[in-house]
T-cell receptor, first 114, second 112 residues
Framework: GAVVSQHPSRVICKSGTSVKIECRSL??????MFWYRQFPKQSLMLMAT?????????EQGVEKDKFLINHASLTLSTLTVTSAHPEDSSFYICSARRSGNEQYFGPGTRLTVT | AQSVTQPDIHITVSEGASLELRCNYS??????LFWYVQSPGQGLQLLLKYFSGDTLVQGIKGFEAEFKRSQSSFNLRKPSVHWSDAAEYFC??????????FGAGTILRVKS
C-alpha cells in the first residue's frame, strides 16, 4: 500500500508555455501533499505544502504565481509551472502523507524547458 | 530550525564489504528520522525510520540505523554491500507533523 504516482514522468516544453504535473495517491487518501524540486546532484528542496481544499503554503523564495498548486481532492494534487523558462528545468517530486509523519514519494517528473 | 548534515558526498566500498553512512541532525525536540534511497532519475524509497522506542531500527534490503541522541546522529549501516545498493542515500528529519528536511545526500559506489 501507499503508492504515489506522478504524470508525466518526463516533459519537454518550450520557453513561455505552461506545464501541469499531476500527483496521485493511488491507494490511500492524502491529508497533505508536498512538492519538492531537485536540481542535478543536489538534495530535495521543499517548494510547497498543500492540504486538500485549502491554499498551498509556499516555502520562502518560491514564487506562488509561477508554481500554481491545486489540491482538489484527497488523492490528487497538481503543480503547474507557468510561463516556464530554462531555469525551471529540474526534477519535480511530490509526496503524500495520510497520517502521522511518514511521507510517500512519487517517482518524479523530469521537466526540460527549451 | 531543523537541519541535517551528511558529511560524505561520495563513498566507495567493495562489494561484500560493510557500509556506514553518516547523518547528523539538529532539532530542538524529539526528532523523527528517516533514510531514503534514490536511484538515478527515480523517486525516493524509504529504507527505514525512527520515531521512538528501540534506537536500533531495521529496514528493508538489510539496512539498519542507530539513533544516538547524545551524538545527534542516525547513521545507516549494512554488513555486506551488494552491487545493487549503488545509489544516492538521503537522511531526513521532521518534527511532529512538520515538513521533512533532507541532508545533501551521499552517493554510494560499489566496486566489484
Amino acid at each position: 500500500g501507499a503508492v504515489v504516482s506522478q504524470h508525466p514522468s518526463r516533459v519537454i516544453c518550450k520557453s513561455g508555455t505552461s506545464v501541469k504535473i499531476e500527483c496521485r495517491s493511488l491507494d490511500f487518501q492524502a491529508t497533505t501533499m508536498f512538492w519538492y524540486r531537485q536540481f542535478p546532484k543536489q538534495s530535495l528542496m521543499l517548494m510547497a505544502t498543500s492540504n486538500e481544499g485549502s491554499k498551498a503554503t509556499y516555502e520562502q523564495g518560491v514564487e506562488k504565481d509561477k508554481f500554481l498548486i491545486n489540491h482538489a481532492s484527497l488523492t490528487l494534487s497538481t503543480l503547474t509551472v507557468t510561463s516556464a523558462h530554462p531555469e525551471d528545468s529540474s526534477f519535480y517530486i511530490c509526496s503524500a502523507r495520510r497520517s502521522g509523519n511518514e511521507q510517500y514519494f512519487g517517482p518524479g517528473t523530469r521537466l526540460t524547458v527549451t | 530550525a531543523q537541519s541535517v548534515t551528511q558529511p560524505d558526498i561520495h563513498i566507495t566500498v567493495s562489494e561484500g564489504a560493510s557500509l556506514e553512512l553518516r547523518c547528523n541532525y539538529s532539532y530542538g525536540a524529539t526528532p523523527y528520522l528517516f533514510w531514503y534511497v534514490q536511484s538515478p532519475g527515480q523517486g525516493l524509497q524509504l529504507l527505514l525510520k525512527y520515531f521512538s522506542g528501540d534506537t536500533l531500527v531495521q529496514g528493508i534490503k538489510g539496512f539498519e540505523a542507530e539513533f544516538k541522541r547524545s551524538q545527534s546522529s542516525f547513521n545507516l549501516r549494512k554488513p555486506s554491500v551488494h552491487w545493487s545498493d549503488a545509489a544516492e542515500y538521503f537522511c531526513a528529519v521532521t518534527g511532529n507533523g512538520n515538513k521533512l528536511v533532507f541532508g545533501a545526500g551521499t552517493i554510494l559506489r560499489v566496486k566489484s
